[in-house]
């Protein structure tokens, strides 16, 4: 069955009680967050010259992930929810293959490395554009985030095993994402209690996963003069 782009995401969202276009202040406004952040980061890294093609490109894509956010929680409509969902896949993919050759190049290959960042962008899109009573709506539908969590994971099994130093900046990021993702998962539970649900902290939370997240890669790529470890983004 086709999807109807123009239908309207309803009931995924415990602020959004009404159709309005402001009926999720909060989850709309703290979306820009991740803008700001990127935007400050891309004038820092410029200044500093520290820019590489790969690091615009995930701050571009860290732009794209808060504007698709902020389309959804105004317009809440299918193809806002596809704006917001394809961003978000492909920063994980670009990022986690990025990682993993730069920091473990012997440990795995482009092509292997390719293959599975094909695999998680493929099924983390069809899971987030799927069908929400599939993916347990009694977690806010949160499962749906399964492959980036298999990302993650396997990302950190290279690190560790080549001991690399910016093993220690991206499993605190990996920590924040497990906390952003109980915010998610807790904004319809809690909805009778806290009216405006908890999914603007997954928003909040995750912006700075995305900070730690590039400030790793600044640090310890070896491509520009912040290969020793001597500077962030901070």
Request: glycine share 8%.
């Amino acid at each position: 069955m086709a999807i109807d782009f123009n239908a309207p995401v309803v009931g995924a969202y415990c602020e959004r009680a009404t159709s309005g276009f402001w009926a999720e202040p909060f989850n709309a406004g703290s979306s820009l967050l991740v803008i700001v952040l990127g935007l400050v980061a891309v004038g820092f890294l410029v200044r500093s010259r520290l820019v590489t093609p790969l690091i615009m490109a995930l701050m571009g894509l860290a732009v794209a992930i808060g504007t698709g956010s902020f389309l959804l929680h105004t317009f809440a409509t299918r193809w806002a929810e596809l704006a917001d969902v394809i961003p978000i896949w492909a920063f994980v993919v670009v990022y986690g293959v990025a990682v993993a050759r730069k920091f473990s190049p012997n440990s795995v290959s482009m092509t292997t490395a390719v293959l599975f960042g094909v695999i998680v962008f493929g099924a983390g899109t069809a899971l987030s554009m799927g069908d929400k009573l599939v993916l347990a709506d009694e977690i806010s539908g949160s499962s749906q985030y399964l492959p980036a969590g298999l990302m993650i994971v396997s990302v950190l099994r290279l690190l560790w095993k080549d001991r690399h130093p910016s093993l220690l900046l991206i499993s605190l990021a990996a920590l924040l994402f497990v906390a952003a993702l109980a915010f998610r998962s807790l904004d319809q539970p809690l909805c009778s209690l806290w009216p405006i649900g908890t999914h603007f902290l997954w928003h909040i939370t995750n912006s700075i996963v995305f900070w730690l997240l590039l400030s790793a890669l600044v640090v310890h790529d070896p491509a520009n003069s912040s290969g020793s470890g001597t500077k962030n983004i901070s």
